[in-house]
């Protein structure tokens, strides 16, 4: 979830649970509530993971950098649930979809580095804040040869995407590679190296298109098959 801090209450938009329970699964909400016996608790009865996009930045002192003078609010409770999600789903060997923020979080957490403001730190930038309305595919992307291509038509290279973000991934964590590019040069998305390795990271947002847009539905019936296949190997052990 998010945590509203003007209000002090956990939220999250509507969009991630209904792709999720359109795919024939049951959406969990969790609550951030930094605490390693919580969430071991909460992972133990999950068959995936959706980390989901934020109105907040990764906190800059997990990457090793000082706040840039653009870097938007630090919630300290999203970073370190998040975080907390991911050290039992890799324990588990859950499959795991991330998006926008999530995917930002998943690659700090393996080790790599983040583009604090994309405005002031990339070289001729496109607009990557496209606003409303928010499912309108605004830029392309291109790919090259892994999971994400596999999910498009054969032999597509490049699609067209949403964009949200004022941040993008710079260094590469352990174990990940990406797979497609804005224009600009900017990381779309990023996929786990090793076999076996049900991981996923976009940088746009899928669950606001996925009834009109294919792409966005296809990473959805993707995370559903690896959730259920998941679900079948804990029940066989």
């Not at 999250?12 to 609550?31: F, K, N, Q």
């Not at 291109?142 to 941040?167: D, I, M």
């Amino acid at each position: 979830m998010r945590l509203e801090l003007e209000t002090d209450r956990f939220y999250l938009g509507r969009d991630y649970s209904e792709a999720v329970e359109a795919m024939g699964c049951t959406p969990v909400h969790i609550a951030l509530i930094p605490s390693k016996e919580f969430i071991a608790a909460v992972a133990d009865q999950l068959d995936g993971v959706l980390l989901p996009g934020s109105d907040s930045d990764v906190d800059p002192q997990y990457f090793g950098e000082a706040p840039h003078p653009k870097l938007g609010r630090v919630v300290p409770e999203k970073d370190a649930v998040d975080r907390l999600l991911l050290d039992e789903a890799e324990r588990r060997d859950l499959p795991i979809l991330a998006i926008c923020f999530g995917m930002q979080a998943l690659n700090v957490h393996r080790g790599g580095s983040l583009i604090q403001d994309i405005g002031s730190q990339v070289e001729t930038p496109i607009k990557h804040e496209q606003g409303i309305p928010r499912d309108r595919n605004s830029h392309s992307i291109t790919l090259e040869k892994g999971l994400l291509s596999g999910l498009l038509p054969a032999g597509a290279t490049s699609c067209r995407v949403n964009s949200h973000h004022h941040q993008a991934i710079r260094d590469l964590g352990a174990d990940l590679k990406a797979t497609a590019w804005a224009p600009d040069g900017v990381v779309e998305c990023i996929e786990d190296t090793r076999p076996g390795k049900n991981v996923l990271g976009v940088q746009w947002h899928p669950e606001l298109s996925w009834e009109t847009d294919e792409v966005s539905a296809s990473i959805f019936r993707w995370f559903a098959e690896c959730c259920r296949d998941a679900r079948l190997k804990r029940a066989s052990r």
